[in-house]
């Protein structure tokens, strides 16, 4: 079983749609939680960061955490075609240990 | 916001020759830096750690003499992919942690090297 678990899509919306990314992972000692945005043949690039369980908010952007349940979650509202990329969640448990990345979900915006 | 740059963007080499990449952080100092890989449809391949003055620590499977490491600088990390393969083409990826930063845990990463070995 792998660390991180995350469904690769692809998956396609219409604009203006409302998108829920997940991962779920098997790591109890992992604290920190990142979504990264990776456009194709790019570096990934960090949208949001989270520590330990809750949610976060920042713009169109939604991270939500539940430990209890090992998943997390991205939400985009009002998606625009900007946003088709693939979108990375990662982990770790903190005081410098390695990040685990999932393999990326595969978003595309259908104007 | 951070950015960390990475040169050569794109190499095309021949077989046997090696590659060097630069990793730099422009706006801010990195103690940690770490190198990635990445094919297609698959996950960052984490392949070394390297800390400013002191040798990089290499992931299981990864061959520390072929992929060169040095990090020189609180700003500066180069991979060398020495006598490159055609089974060394790949995505690179290196990214930076900001040593001042609030998290110690976000990466900033660069925008990558596309490496193909003829």
């Known amino acids: 079983q792998k660390e991180v678990e995350q469904d690769p899509g692809p998956l396609s919306v219409p604009e203006g749609a409302i998108v829920s990314l997940n991962c779920t992972y098997s790591?109890?000692?992992?604290?920190?939680f990142m979504w990264y945005r990776q456009y194709s043949r790019k570096g990934p690039e960090l949208l949001m960061y989270?520590?330990?369980?809750g949610n976060k908010e920042d713009g169109r952007f939604t991270a939500q955490v539940d430990k209890s349940s090992k998943y997390i979650s991205l939400f985009i509202r009002d998606s625009q075609p900007s946003d088709s990329a693939t979108y990375l969640c990662?982990?770790?448990?903190?005081?410098?240990?390695?990040?685990?990345f999932g393999i990326g979900t595969k978003l595309q915006v259908i104007p | 916001g951070a950015v960390v740059s990475q040169h050569p963007s794109r190499v095309i080499c021949k077989s046997g020759t090696s590659v060097k990449i630069e990793c730099r952080s422009l706006?801010?100092?990195?103690?940690?830096m770490f190198w990635y890989r990445q094919f297609p449809k698959q996950s960052l391949m984490l392949m070394a750690t390297?800390?400013?003055?002191?040798?990089?620590?290499?992931e299981q499977g990864v061959e520390k003499d072929k992929f060169l490491i040095n990090h020189a600088s609180l700003t500066l990390s180069t991979l060398t992919v020495t006598s490159a393969h055609p089974e060394d083409s790949s995505f690179y990826i290196c990214?930076?942690?900001?040593?001042?930063?609030?998290?110690?845990?976000?990466?900033?990463f660069g925008p990558g090297t596309r490496l193909t070995v003829l």
């Open positions: 990214s930076a942690r900001d040593r001042t930063g609030a998290s110690t845990d976000t990466q900033y």
């Open positions: 790591n109890s000692a992992f604290q920190y």
């Open positions: 989270t520590y330990s369980s």
């Open positions: 990662a982990m770790s448990s903190g005081g410098y240990q390695k990040v685990t």
């Open positions: 706006d801010f100092q990195a103690t940690t």
């Open positions: 390297s800390n400013e003055g002191s040798k990089a620590t290499y």
